[in-house]
């Protein structure tokens, strides 16, 4: 979560379902409420197997780029999960460096259970992180754009400049600078 964002980092989860425990309103993360994303989100996390966080800094994102950068987020979010995983599904791109069989699947948040779920997890981790850095960065509205570029965003930074967890290699901050 978080690609195509001008500040912050980009978020990664995995979730381990259980065998026979569907979610019905579990979908997309982009289809779904801020409200319904936080109530499913705690029933995830109440029913899942297992399920895991990480994420990959603004600084590594700008060294590594973004697409390396969420491999890595993958990574970290694998290597934190605690039971061991036979088979990845994933959403668009296979994680290179993982030893563990994978399948990426177009749009995969659309139409597999635990992408979408994990999803979800990864969506709101990393709107909540943005509402606390709205708190230490006041004045980019990060709480309501969650560092993506809206016109609001954008004056902010032409007013502000860009602030230490802006993508500083991304357009439009790498012309604030």
């Keep these: 979560m978080g690609r195509g964002a001008l500040a912050g980092p980009v978020m990664a989860a995995v ?12 979908r997309d993360s982009k289809m779904l409420s801020e409200k319904k994303r936080k109530e499913l989100a705690r ?22 780029g973004i697409q390396k950068a969420t491999y ?12 061991p995983i036979d088979y990845l599904l994933v959403d668009a791109y296979q994680v290179p460096q993982i030893d563990i069989p994978q399948k990426a ?12 779920a994990a999803s979800i997890l990864a969506k ?10 709205a708190q230490k960065y006041p004045g980019y509205h990060f709480e309501e754009n969650k560092g993506y570029g809206t016109k609001e965003h954008l004056r902010a930074l032409e007013t ?18």
């Excluded at 694998?78 to 039971?83: E, G, N």
């Excluded at 502000?160 to 600078?177: A, C, D, T, Y």
């Design 15 to 26: 979730c381990v379902l259980r065998d026979g425990r569907l979610l019905e309103e579990v």
């Design 43 to 64: 029933v995830i996390k109440s029913r899942a197997k297992g399920w895991a966080l990480a994420s990959a800094s603004p600084a590594e994102i700008e060294k590594l």
């Design 72 to 83: 890595l987020a993958f990574r970290r979010a694998i290597q934190k999960l605690v039971q």
């Design 105 to 116: 699947l177009k749009k995969g948040d659309q139409i597999c259970l635990s992408i979408a």
């Design 124 to 133: 709101v981790a990393r709107d909540e992180l943005m509402k606390k850095m």
């Design 160 to 177: 502000l400049g860009p602030s230490p967890i802006h993508r500083q290699n991304f357009q439009p901050v790498k012309e604030k600078k």
